[in-house]
């Protein structure tokens, strides 16, 4: 079982940057994948990033365009999602969530959530 606490969100003006943190507890938070996502109101869940369990590997989608880095530290139980350049566009609630073996873009491969922190872009 692995619970996930997502945090940092808040309001940003365009262009500038926001880390969020997921700390997890569960003694197998070390080997699992952990990605993030993000909702918008009346959109779709929406898939951003993900870290392999060594954080060795990553994934992003290309409409980031680099913005956006993961990353983790195992010795804290924690990941990372660093914002940069950001744009009214990305408002949305932000989750990270968790998985066994394997990145995926797909939210329904994801086991464990988080409850979400909102960021707010104004223009």
């Known amino acids: 079982q692995v619970r996930l606490v997502e945090s940092g969100g808040g309001l940003v003006q365009a262009g500038g940057s926001l880390r969020l943190s997921c700390a997890a507890s569960?003694?197998?938070?070390?080997?699992?994948?952990v990605g993030w996502f993000r909702q918008a109101p009346g959109k779709e869940r929406e898939f951003l990033t993900a870290?392999?369990?060594?954080?060795?590997?990553?994934y992003s989608a290309d409409s980031l365009k680099g913005r956006f880095t993961i990353s983790r530290d195992n010795t804290k139980n924690t990941v990372y999602l660093q914002m940069n350049s950001l744009e009214p566009e990305d408002t949305a609630v932000y989750y990270c969530?968790?998985?066994?073996?394997?990145?995926?873009?797909?939210?329904?491969?994801?086991?464990?959530w988080g409850q979400g922190t909102q960021v707010t872009v104004s223009s």
């Open positions: 870290i392999s369990w060594s954080g060795k590997a990553t």
């Open positions: 569960g003694r197998s938070f070390s080997t699992q994948v």
């Open positions: 969530a968790a998985r066994g073996v394997g990145i995926i873009s797909s939210p329904s491969g994801y086991n464990y």
